[in-house]
């Protein structure tokens, strides 16, 4: 068995690197795919693998035709005047636009997980502009990597391999001459990669803001002396990131959970991108970017495909067939009970939301589109199967510094299950002609 080289959707680094020997039907050896990658690959035979559609009948998940199946989803919906649509980022961009093309015509609200995510980066950045990079400029060129509420090491596994210990194409050297910096109120798995000359910095949990103002105020002065301490960081740490700041000639922040969903103040994703507006200012002979640090594998997919669509990047209202100007996100739509079924695609919500808001969403008619059981599965009303993107279709995923990659299929899918995409396509079509 000859090997192939394949890309992994196991997170949103893509990476393009991993060997398979397959026999057409199974993926029977990996290489080269981080613990997580080969995960992904081993869904395809998992224990929790969706393989049926499934319907609701007295309380029980029963499995029915696909045929069937897609037309109860159409009863639903055609019963519904506010169905919301939520996922969409771990399908392929094909499938992201078939899912807006479904909510237009349903009059429905669509939002992905980037929602309460990476979005909302993006979303900041319209006011302060953003100096985005790639992996490939990082790998070749970088020599301060900051790590702002990143746990890389468990998250983006491989990231710290490429990005760190990478020997760059412009430089004769590599994790010697590249500094890294943690910032994170926890000490994470990837605080295990420091060496001497880097520094970790264990901010107080909700400090970052504080931080942001006093680099703001005092980067690429080099002489100047910190006070006491700042947000928990002692003055010593804070004059040797004073240093490197107004040092480096390629350095890149890392943007993570946990400084995006810092809830203390909303101005914190903008605040930090103004800090990197004023270091390109400041600094004579550098650049400061950012890269944003998406968990599923096309988060940045769906605010691709939903820009290029209609102008916005999420929570998108459509009615009369028309998208509509709203404030709303699918947070305050569940919240606020503002709905009457959901589309869940690709994603746990059940899960992933407080108990007070999956209990609102479970309490409406709802629809699953998945290839793996969870908790959303368990209490779904309609389920159906969906192929695994990357192994048993192709399509197009937007990596996490939105390079676009496509993907290959693999394997075929067991029995006759269709891919996202498809299915999207017949509830359309469905719709149509019913
Ligand atoms: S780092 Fe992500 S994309 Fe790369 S092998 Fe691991 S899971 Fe797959």
Known sequence: MVGKRVKCTGCSLLCDDIIIKSDGLYVDEIYGACLKGKERFDQVVSKNRILSPYVRKNGDLVKIQLKEALNKCIEIIKKSSKPILYGFSTVSCQAQLKGIELAKKIDGFIDSNSTICLGKVLNTSKQTGMALTT????????????????????????????????RGKFRMTGREIKTVIIIDPVKTASFGVMGVRDISLKIEPGKDLELIHFLKEQCCAPNTIPPKEIAGIDSDDLRRVLIQ???????????????????????????????????????????????????????AGFDQVALSMVGKNHSLQFDNNQLVETS???????????????????????????????????????????????????????????????????????????VPIELDKIVNPPGNIISDEEILSQLIEGLKTT
């Open 135 to 166: 992996i490939s400029e990082v790998i070749n060129k970088t020599d301060l990597l900051i790590f702002w509420g990143a746990n890389v090491a468990e998250s983006i596994p491989r990231l710290l391999n490429k990005a760190l210990f990478s």
């Open 328 to 402: 709303d996100t699918i947070i305050s739509k569940i919240n606020n009970e503002d709905f009457d079924c959901s589309i869940i695609v690709g994603t746990d919500a059940v899960s992933h939301l407080p108990w007070k808001l999956s209990n609102k969403l479970t309490s409406k008619p709802l629809i699953l589109i998945d290839n793996k059981k969870s908790a959303t599965f368990s209490v779904a009303d309609i389920v159906l199967p969906s192929a695994i993107t990357g192994i048993e279709c192709g399509g197009l995923a937007y990596r996490l510094d939105h």
């Open 245 to 299: 700041l107004t040092n480096t000639e390629n350095g890149v922040i890392f943007i993570g959970q946990g400084i995006v969903n810092s809830t203390l103040n909303s101005n914190v994703i903008q605040e930090l991108l103004e800090l990197v507006q004023i270091i390109n200012i400041k600094q004579q002979k550098g650049r400061m970017s950012v890269i944003m640090l998406g968990g599923h594998y096309n988060m």
